[in-house]
Nanobody
């Protein structure tokens, strides 16, 4: 059974930083592409960042240069370091596999105040 548990969200002022974690069980992340997604109220879920099995990463233009995705294979955990946060980054953040993925966690709320 595949399970994803996101954590690390919270309330932060604009310009601040947060580090999100996604602990995965039931599947080995090192041989899979993993992504961080976010969904703001009234908006569609969007891909924020991904890391593939070779360690290559990619980012949405809106977060490039501010966010960094990484993983710890020993802990089967994916991270998202978010710096220089903006109010537009406010959303629920999820980790998952490339679409169409049937596996989603509960997400973690990130709220950035101006």
């Amino acid at each position: 059974q595949v399970r994803l548990v996101e954590s690390g969200g919270g309330l932060v002022q604009a310009g601040g930083s947060l580090r999100l974690s996604c602990t995965v069980s039931g599947i080995i992340i090192s041989i899979n592409t993993m992504g961080w997604y976010r969904q703001a109220p009234g908006k569609q879920r969007e891909l924020v960042a991904y890391i593939n099995s070779g360690g290559s990463t990619g980012y949405a233009d809106s977060v490039k240069g501010r966010f960094s995705i990484s993983r710890d294979n020993a802990k089967n955990t994916v991270y998202l370091q978010m710096n220089s946060l903006k109010p537009d980054d406010t959303a629920v953040y999820f980790c998952s596999f490339p679409p169409p993925s049937p596996y989603w966690g509960q997400g973690t709320q990130v709220t950035v105040s101006s």
